[in-house]
């Protein structure tokens, strides 16, 4: 998650990483929000969750703690 930076909406560059459900996430970010998308790819899902990228820095920092 950490590459997220990269994951470019604009140019509609994104990661597969997680499911939700069996059903894969994908996550992009546009100016500073990260969008994880849960559908079967990244042009047709089913539901978005919006968040800012630091609540993401901090999430992933977080699971780091519990490994």
């Given at each position: 998650?950490?590459?997220?930076?990269?994951?470019?909406?604009?140019?509609r560059?994104?990661?597969?990483v997680?499911?939700?459900?069996?059903?894969?996430?994908?996550?992009?970010?546009?100016?500073?929000?990260?969008?994880?998308?849960?559908?079967p790819?990244?042009?047709?899902?089913?539901?978005?969750?919006?968040?800012?990228?630091?609540?993401?820095?901090?999430?992933?920092?977080?699971?780091?703690?519990?490994?």
């Amino acid at each position: 998650m950490r590459a997220i930076r990269e994951a470019d909406w604009n140019s509609r560059r994104t990661l597969q990483v997680g499911t939700a459900g069996e059903i894969p996430v994908h996550w992009c970010i546009e100016d500073g929000t990260v969008t994880a998308l849960i559908g079967p790819d990244h042009e047709t899902w089913h539901i978005a969750f919006l968040m800012p990228v630091a609540t993401v820095d901090r999430l992933v920092t977080e699971a780091a703690d519990f490994s």
